[in-house]
């Protein structure tokens, strides 16, 4: 007895917990809400509503038009890591998502909001949290002191387009290292201290010293448009690394007096700064200072003196036009050095001689640079990054790029460069990424780039056309080639890209040297290819550019807007994600079929369709990809989604997306509307704003689900399915469970099915009146009376004597027939359905064997359904064969087709059967 009564107590609440597990996983779809798992897709953000991450966070939800918020986070998966809620909601009710205990992101954009001290409570891995508001400036928020203290792992906070001068002392945790007001009304930066008193102790006696030990790590006050006054020693006790004050109106200077005592870095772009701000690097020792998109033209020898400690300058987009020839000697610590978009080129003169600078990268993109003068950067011998794209250079030498040893990354894309002289790249030993895109080379040879050995990563492009020789650089990992109009590789003997692992090709055309060639990509990973005529995957071992790709985990596929019929997708063992866009299917003469295209991808996980006049979408289209975890359509004209493809909902992948559809109005897709709404195991997204057009002249923009809703009888298969489903989900989850180390399982497992039951409204199932209903059309009636039922009710010990249950014979007079089947197939062991090819093409007989595949879905184990085929039938001719299939064993089949029965062999396998039947129910 100690038994039973330990695992109930032990029990019940693993089954309120298994309850509340299920209400939790079926709940997916989120009406307004994006949910997503940025590692399957890295792009979706270009798909759809997005929820920008912090790095290491994948899975989001973002919901838009919020005005009920509880309402809306009901639907949301509690497991998110982070949540982007936009809408309006007025205020924020105490644990008011005290359900996502594994949130670490958490944005707002919901108006004037109010929130209480117990918003944000049950948070404990909140690591970002920000309010938002992008019309002009500035809504009011009122937070509590206490509403953001017991945050314990807060690191980013972030108010947006806010004024906060309604809130004071607001408690900041001590894990905060980022801090952000930008567009806010702050006035003067004193006003920080009334804000945050942890934050910025100020010389106020009536704040006691704070426990504040770490400190903040940066402190952004951007983009106020206001906050033009310091205060005396206003930010006394902040302290800080790095401060950002882009387009504010404050003059550097001022931050001498503000009691700041430390800081690393400083950005001030854009707030029309005219002098390098000599005196405040000098005070706070700066490390870091961007003064990006300012006016200043000339450097003062005076104020470079006064950088001395500076690693970090940006000077980009200042309209400099002379750099002091002292430049770099004044500056002996400075790493990186960010000169783009000025006028340097004309007189650009780099010091010459030894210098002892300490130099890594240089940015001189965007400088109208015609030459690089001989050994132009000898005297950066540390330098390991140099960008001069965008600039009017024409011809490169080794001369130039001499006594750059150490240079890893070279960017000469968007110059006038027309040609390589060879060994060119012979003075930079240690080069791995070199960009040449935007040039006007046609040839390029191997041979022009060697020298560097270790050369991985490779850009070329051409604007018209770019024909590319061997040798290829034997270290090669990326190559990405452009051309408009067409990319030749010479291969005259098939030379492979041994390590090559991404590939991107942006042109019309591919060719190749020699017709009957092909290049071998042995190691490539990810496969890019954009405007590419289709035939380049094509199935002409010919044609084929790319045999065999074993390694091959992503391709990007967008097309010139061609037929697909050249399109072949072999040889790609492992490939996870597809991507295929702008190209045609339904061309003529030669449509497309999808499951024909997909067939040899047993591994696919992410299949992204974009603008692909798919037309009709029907279970056959999806056969086989059994992985899919995402599927997402976009960009479609008149997408039909047939009945067929509720075969599939148990196996649909866990997200389908829809974007920018517009759908075929046919009651043929009826399902759609009560899947999209209670999709047991699929996040379905992007339904309820499709429209559908009624044929090619329909401008109507129905909307999907209300053509379905209005139009469409309401289909009774779905509710059946959803039923059905949900149980066989619980089943399967318990015979999982069903171990036989673990006893007590058992309880668990029969209390379940007793729950279940009873919760379903079923009978209890021992009751059963009769052995055998059995299903037969008019047609076949003369068979069954005078050969079936007699063999099978001839009584013991001669016959099997079972209890037969036959419409026409056991159905009370009056009553209503569907009814009576319901209830009949119910109360019999099993049911047989006499099949021929007469009962196929009769209505009511097919209503008959659906309502026994429905309840053999709904009760597995329990119910039994049997068919008999009384004449050669192709089994894919029956309503629901794909399901049936699934459920049905070789056993539940019987062929009377071969002449003449053999009613004994017939009964004793029929008795078999029942028996097994039998024994099946009762464990
Ligand atoms: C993302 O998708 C867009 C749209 O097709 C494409 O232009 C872009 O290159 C893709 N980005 C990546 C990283 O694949
Ligand atoms: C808050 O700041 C705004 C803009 O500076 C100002 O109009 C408003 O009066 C201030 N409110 C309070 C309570 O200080
Ligand atoms: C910078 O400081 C020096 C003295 O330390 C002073 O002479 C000079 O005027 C200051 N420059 C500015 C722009 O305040
Ligand atoms: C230089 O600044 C521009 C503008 O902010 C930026 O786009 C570029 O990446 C920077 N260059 C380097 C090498 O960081
Ligand atoms: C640089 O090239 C651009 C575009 O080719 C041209 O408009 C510009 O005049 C050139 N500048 C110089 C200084 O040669
Ligand atoms: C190849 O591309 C992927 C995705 O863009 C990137 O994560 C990976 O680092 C790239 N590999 C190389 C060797 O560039
Ligand atoms: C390709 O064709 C050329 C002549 O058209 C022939 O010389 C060469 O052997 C062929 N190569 C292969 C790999 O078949």
Known sequence: MERPLLSFTLLSPLLLGLMSLGRMSWAWTAPDCTI???????????????????????????????????????????????????????????????????????????????????????????????????????????????????????????????????SQNIQLPISLRHL?????????????????????????????????????????????????????????????RSLRLDGTPLSALDLLGSGLLHLDSLSLEGTRTERLPGNVTRYF????????????????????LSCQSLEFLSLHANGLQLLPSRFLNDLPQLQRLNLSMNKLGPTLVLPEGLVSSNLRVLDLSHNELCVLPYRAFSSLPQLQELRLSGNNISNLSS?????????????????????????????????????????????????????????????????????IYPPWPPALLSLEVRADVYIQFGVPSGEPFLFLENLTLQTSNMLLQLDNNTIHFPSLRHLTLRGCSPYILSGHQSHRFFPQLPLLEHLHFWSDHEGADDLHLFGMPSLRVLELGDLDFLCQPTSVKLEKLLKELPQLQV????????????????????????????????????????????????????????????????WVGPWATQAPNTFVYGLEKSICMANASDYSKTPLLSFLSGHC????????????FTLVFLLIFLSLLGCPKWPWLHYLQTLFHAWWWKLGGWRPRNQFHYDVFISYCEQDRAWV??????????????????????????????????DAMVASMESSRATLCVLSCQALGSPWCNLELRLATYHLMAKPGTARLLLLFLEPIDRRQLHSYHRLARWLQKEDYFDVSQGRIEWDAFSEKLRKRLRKAGQERED
């Open 180 to 240: 952000t007001v930008r567009h806010s009304c702050l006035i003067e930066l004193r006003e920080l201290q009334g804000l945050f008193p942890n934050l910025v102790p100020g010389s106020s006696p009536t704040t006691s010293p704070s426990p504040w030990t770490s400190f903040l790590e940066e402190l952004d006050l951007s983009a106020n448009l206001q906050l033009s006054q310091v205060g005396n020693r206003a930010l006394d006790g902040l302290q800080l």
């Open 285 to 304: 020792e700066l490390v870091a200072l961007d003064l990006g998109r300012n006016q200043i033209q000339n450097l003062e020898d005076e104020d470079l």
């Open 399 to 467: 001369e130039s790029l001499e006594g750059l040893r150490w240079l890893k990354t070279l960017d000469l894309s968007w110059n006038q460069i027309k040609t390589l002289k060879p060994g060119w790249l012979s003075s930079l030993p240690a080069l791995t990424s070199l960009n040449l895109l935007g040039t006007h080379l046609e040839h390029i040879s191997g041979k022009q780039l060697q020298g560097p050995q270790k050369l991985s990563h490779l850009q070329l492009g051409s604007l018209e056309m770019l024909e």
């Open 785 to 818: 009376l005078k050969e079936l039922v007699p063999a099978l009710e001839k009584p013991l010990p001669v016959g099997e004597g079972l209890r037969l249950c036959l419409p026409e014979r056991d159905f009370g007079v009056g009553q209503d027939r569907m």
């Open 607 to 670: 299949l992204v369709l974009s603008n692909l006049n798919l037309g009709n979408l029907s279970a056959s289209s999806f056969r086989g990809l059994g992985p899919l975890r995402l599927l997402l359509l976009n960009s479609e004209w008149a997408l039909g989604l047939d009945s067929s493809l509720q075969e599939l909902i148990p196996q649909m992948p866990q997200y389908v997306y829809f974007s920018d559809i517009t759908f075929t109005c046919q009651c043929e897709s009826s």
């Open 36 to 166: 997503a798992d940025s590692s399957l897709l890295p792009n979706i953000s270009y798909y759809i509503p997005f929820c920008s991450l912090a790095p290491g966070l994948h899975l989001f939800a973002s919901c838009s038009n919020v005005k009920d918020l509880a309402q809306t986070l009901t639907a949301v998966p509690r497991d998110i890591e982070a949540l982007c809620l936009q809408g309006t909601v007025p205020f924020l009710p105490a644990d008011a998502f005290g359900h996502f205990t594994t949130l670490q992101l958490l944005r707002l954009q919901l108006g004037t909001i109010s929130i209480t001290s117990g918003t944000f409570q049950g948070l404990n891995q909140l690591q970002h949290l920000s309010f938002e508001h992008h019309a002009p400036c500035c809504l009011s928020l009122f937070l509590p002191p206490d509403a953001l203290e017991h945050l314990r792992l807060l690191n980013t906070l972030s108010f947006h387009g806010y004024c906060l001068n309604y």
């Open 713 to 724: 009888s309401h289909d009774p298969e779905f509710q059946s399915f959803l039923t059905s």
